[in-house]
């Protein structure tokens, strides 16, 4: 078990570009959560799934973000035509659903 | 709206020093309460969990308190060491799992 697993650490783009994260939770979690985490700020629910569902989206997740989980395994978080303030750090969590969910260490975007 | 606030948002502890850290809920059908560590540049980390049937619980040189009749959780740490300095989160969720994290407090520890 080496944890959940996030790929890029680090991305910097233009305003404009479309922009793919992944996620690899721990094999033997069934639900996975998506979370945006600006400077000093606590992280903010943004979805999550069971298994390859996708129970609920927060407001914060605009038409230009979209979420999969197509085979329930591991998970992509795309946001086309991304703007200035869609900076901040990405973090996925995964959990077995009975209590603690166990984070990666996040995706930095930059949006230039 | 509900939220989940910290009173603190700088805690300064010498070494070897006990710390706590408090944070006041406010969503009533919060049953289970986590406490993350995150240090810069990393994601957060979990300390320890408390359900809502439960006033106390500890581990390895942390406990965590819950008044549900005040609505307040606290993270106490024995014998502060530098590895500590981070940031920590409290976070509540009514039970399936979507945290609702406050804003934290950063914890620095002085030689």
């Known amino acids: 078990d080496t944890g959940v697993s996030q790929d890029p650490r680090h991305k910097i783009t233009k305003r404009g570009q479309n922009v793919t994260f992944r996620c690899d939770p721990i094999?033997?979690?069934?639900?996975l959560y998506w979370y945006r985490q600006t400077l000093g700020q606590g992280p903010e629910f943004l979805t999550y799934?069971?298994?390859?569902?996708?129970?609920?989206k927060s407001r914060l997740l605009s038409d230009r973000f979209s979420a999969e989980r197509p085979k329930g395994s591991f998970s992509t978080l795309e946001i086309q035509r991304t703007e200035q303030g869609d900076s901040a750090m990405y973090l996925c969590?995964?959990?077995?659903?009975?209590?603690?969910?166990?984070f990666g260490s996040g995706t930095q975007l930059s949006v230039l | 709206g509900e939220s989940v606030g910290l009173h603190l948002p700088t805690l300064s502890v010498q070494e070897g020093d006990n710390s706590i850290i408090n944070c006041a809920y406010s969503?009533?059908?919060?049953?289970?309460f986590i406490w993350y560590k995150q240090e810069s540049g990393k994601g957060p980390q979990f300390i320890i969990d408390?359900?809502?049937?439960?006033d106390k619980r500890q581990g390895q040189r942390v406990t965590v308190l819950l008044n549900k009749t005040v609505k307040h959780l606290s993270l106490q740490i024995a014998a502060t060491q530098p590895g500590d300095s981070a940031v920590y989160f409290c976070?509540?969720?009514?039970?399936?799992?979507?945290?609702?994290f406050g804003a934290g407090t950063q914890v620095v520890v002085t030689p």
């Open positions: 799934f069971q298994n390859e569902a996708q129970l609920e």
């Open positions: 969590a995964s959990s077995t659903g009975l209590g603690r969910e166990v």
């Open positions: 976070a509540e969720t009514p039970g399936w799992g979507k945290l609702q």
């Open positions: 408390i359900r809502s049937n439960m």
């Open positions: 094999s033997e979690h069934n639900r």
């Open positions: 969503n009533s059908a919060s049953d289970y």
